[in-house]
């Protein structure tokens, strides 16, 4: 196979001797950054943030640079770890204690930052959420991770169905608001008068820090749970991956309602001692070159949706900015094609470095690195610390370019340690000792591992994770739908979009009106990003003899491809 090649540019990368890193790195080494090492005893917002704000040197460097179409801030580590320690203060004093779930639903601000470190120094497990999540997505990761608190705003508090959630005990709300509830307290109001000093929570390396909920192919999105150890890779990821250097200014656009947005828009960069960018509002070309441009950003961490957009956005718009501090730049979350990689050397002078990973995994786990050759295309190889290969359904190792199920030796810093109230669901993800991650992929002769697509429904639209369950279900709800069936369609920009085949109810007739409607119906009710993109109205939905939607067969035909196997094809 003919395959480009890519050398790394020479540089003073943090990583330079990878081969002799994965022969001799073990994660015990990386432990040895960290104070807690002689103690046990941790905190993820004491190493990403109060850690720098008692160094001398560091604590009035600039943490966050915060900056939204109507709205620009900065908080030194020093004033983040103030306002954290009193956000802290508020918590407790409203009882939360170790282990408590408190929710963060909010677009990105200051306040959220500030919030999401005084959740982790009560000792807290903090779950954020997509700011675009609608009332059904709001109700399931509420209901299921039965959380006492929750931050957000007014705006967003229609979204919030009260009713359902006993668990919820106060609702913190950052903004004006006249609406009025023993159950409500302003965020501005508290933040005043509450001390700046906080007894930070000592808890185990094993203890809880985070949940994030994702999607699969079946059921309710499940909380992906994830503890303070984590910050090992987290940092060593910082240091290898970013290629963080104490000067540098970094951006991620993630939100931090995705694991890329906690994981790689949080805690690399402050463990390392970074400012930060963050971008609020929606994504345009002129805006995210200009955000790179204005902050003179060194670091970029972005995805392959967004890439594309500013392909097609062309270079008259990329050439009218200055983006000559851009040294590194990474993308993840879906396939980067090889085209986006060949336009970034024209566009930037810079290699864009695919890595791969997920919200289970926690961190990064295969990379491109600096210092390695890239082969546009190929996610690139494991770091140093991680066994990846590729297993066949008994999780047997399989040889080099056989497509088969992308899976890592278990036990690595980063890892889930638990899905939320479903022990089987976690167990499942296991085979033979390996961590089986559902996407498809081979591996060559050399090492480089090359993605080739999931092995069950989950579908990825612009980077988001959706499980075409929520969408069925959601669109079962609306009165005209008897039945549906929700697939990922392949698209140039987006990856996929949705796509929902539906059967109507007796006494409706399909028409453009009802079919917006219905879209509309899932828009608001679930969220933007799952709401299907195309429609069509079928006289019946194809079904396993057990009643399961064959979404496979719906994608087989809606792509002209061969069926295969409809022996369990109900008539
Ligand atoms: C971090 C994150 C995980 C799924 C994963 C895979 C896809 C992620 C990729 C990629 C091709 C890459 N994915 N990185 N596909 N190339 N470099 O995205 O987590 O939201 O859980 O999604 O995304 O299918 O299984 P998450």
Known sequence: MDVKRIPAKKGDYNLQNYEEMCETFSWDDM??????????????????????????????????????????????????????????????????????????FMPRSPEFYVAFFGILKTGAIAGPLFEAFMEQAVRDRLQDSEAKILITTPELLERVPQEDLPALEKIILVGESDAGSARYINYHSEMQTASANFAIEWVDLEDGMLLHYTSGSTGKPKGVYHVHNAMIQHYATGEWVLDLKEDDVYWCTADPGWVTGTSYGIFAPWLHGNTNVVRGGRFSPEDWYGTLDTHNVTVWYTAPTALRMLVSAGEAVVNKFDLSSLRHIMSVGEPLNPEVVTWGLKAFDLRIHDTWWMTETGAQLIVNLPSEEIRPGSMGKPIPGIKATIVDNEGNEIPPNQMGNLAIKEGWPAMMRAVWNNPSKYESYFVNGWYVSGDSAYKDEDGYFWFQGRLDDVINTAGERVGPFEVESKLLEHAAVAEAGVIGKPHPERGEIIKAFITLNDGYEKSDELLEDIRQFVKTGLSAHAAPREMEVRDSIPKTRSGKIMRRLLKSWELGLPTGDTSTLEE
């Open 31 to 104: 432990k040895r950054n960290f104070t807690w090492n002689e103690t046990g005893k941790v905190n993820m917002a004491h190493e990403a943030i109060d850690r720098h704000a008692q160094d001398p040197n560091k604590k009035n460097q600039t943490a966050l640079i915060y900056s939204a179409p109507n709205r620009e801030e900065k908080l030194t580590f020093g004033q983040l770890s103030e306002q954290s320690n009193k956000f802290a203060n508020v918590l407790k004093k409203y009882d939360v204690t170790k282990g408590d779930r408190v929710f963060l």
